[in-house]
């Protein structure tokens, strides 16, 4: 990304504000890597870092609670959702950053990638939303997109009262960037963030290797937790995150399937072959981001944009055509192909 640069110094400037936040007990030395698991942003945590601090699990729970009260849809007070209602427009670090970060994905994706989607996501009955039995996208559409808003300052300036900010597509990636922050904070040099899927990493695991992760297998309805695995990724420093519509959807009263990613162009959730997108990427954000924007574009643009820029990281698993024997076709691009534990 040509803006990664300027991200990393914006993460950690927003990283010492958080950590003026957190109180944080002494730490006492342990011989070797730690363990952290919990619930994390409502989904798994899973850390294993190679930290002195024995204090890890409050210091991963201070991140979750700032997190939320920040940037989280679902709790009803949270400064997001206080921005959506019109209540302030005084912005905090965390909202500011990844508005800009948001920004430039926006700007990369042709429009296919935009924060403002939150009332068409909600009118299709995602967002803990009951779907609207038939949503009058048109009418919708006049307030959605990433041109309504802008920051000036500290403040959030939007052109009609009635844009809402949607950070679901990038919250949880930053939230990695921050718990990864922390742990370098207490002194890891080897570590793993694993939020719900989105992974952050750093050196080598417990056996001396690259970590390895998994991109689970896209069937509709699959919600284990890695039980089945289509590939396998070694990574040493950066961030990966899978973006994928066979989860969270639902079939309507025609019998078509309407995923959570909508398409703020069209308003509509769009019909794919595309089943599942992951990225690697310097920060989590990044990754969260670009996945939900590849998922967003839909088969085709998703297809041309990984041809054209062959030295990001990703990795598409799209249904196969119909004459196909194979259930599914995979295309990576050669940075991706890289990465790939054969």
Known sequence: MRHSGNIVRCLRGGLVALIGSIALTACTPQPSFRVVDGIMLGTRLHVIADSPCDTLYQGAMAIDRAAKASMSIYEEQSLLNRLN??????????????????????QLSGGAYDITVKPLVEAWGFAGREATASPNVDSILKFVGMEKIRIEGDRLIKSDPRVAIDLNSIAKGYTVDLVAAYLEHTGAENYIVDIGGEVRCKGHNRQGNAWRIGVETPFDGNMTDGEYIEQRIALQDGAMATSGNY?????????????????????????????????????????????????AMGDEAACRFAEEHPTLPLYLILAAEASAEQEYEELFTPAMQALLIR
Do not use: W
Request: proline residues 4%; hydrophobic residues 40%; aromatic residues 6%.
């Open 247 to 295: 989860r969270r959807f639902y079939l309507d009263a025609n019998g078509a399937k309407i995923a959570h990613t909508i398409d703020p162009r069209t308003g509509f959730s769009n019909p794919s072959r595309l089943l599942s997108a992951t990225v690697v990427a310097p920060t989590c954000a990044e990754a969260d981001a670009l996945c939900t924007m590849l998922m």
């Open 85 to 106: 209602r019109g209540e302030t427009d005084q912005l905090d670090t965390h909202i500011a950053y990844n508005i800009r970060l948001a920004d430039s994905i926006h």
